[in-house]
């Protein structure tokens, strides 16, 4: 059983930044993060793989990056320019051998 503990959520205004860190107990193969809005379902933010291979959300594109650093088994969200709409609880994935493992979650919550 892999865990995945998650940190770097807060309150930043319109327009500023904010990195969150995932740190998996173990090898995964594709990280990403997920995201659940006030009244919206859970959806799919940034994904990678171990070989580094990304994919984003229409919606992030150009403002927020992912990366990973496999040696930590750790996952990094990088997101700039950040909006109201951005305003959810954010939650850490890892999926290996069809098996999915989820963080607890960290809420970002973005001001106007």
């Known amino acids: 059983q892999v865990q995945l503990v998650e940190s770097g959520g807060g309150l930043v205004q319109a327009g500023g930044s904010l990195r969150l860190s995932c740190a998996a107990s173990?090898?995964?193969?594709?990280m990403g993060w997920y995201r659940q809005g006030p009244g919206k379902q859970r959806a799919l933010v940034a994904s990678?793989?171990?070989?580094?291979?990304?994919n984003y959300a229409d919606s992030v594109k150009g403002r927020f990056t992912i990366s990973r650093d496999n040696a930590k088994n750790t996952v990094y969200l990088q997101m700039n320019s950040l909006k109201p709409e951005d305003t959810a609880v954010y939650y850490c994935?890892?999926?290996?051998?069809?098996?999915?493992?989820w963080g607890q979650g960290t809420q970002v919550t973005v001001s106007s």
């Open positions: 994935n890892g999926a290996s051998d069809y098996v999915s493992y």
């Open positions: 173990g090898s995964i193969n594709t």
């Open positions: 990678i793989t171990s070989g580094g291979r990304t």
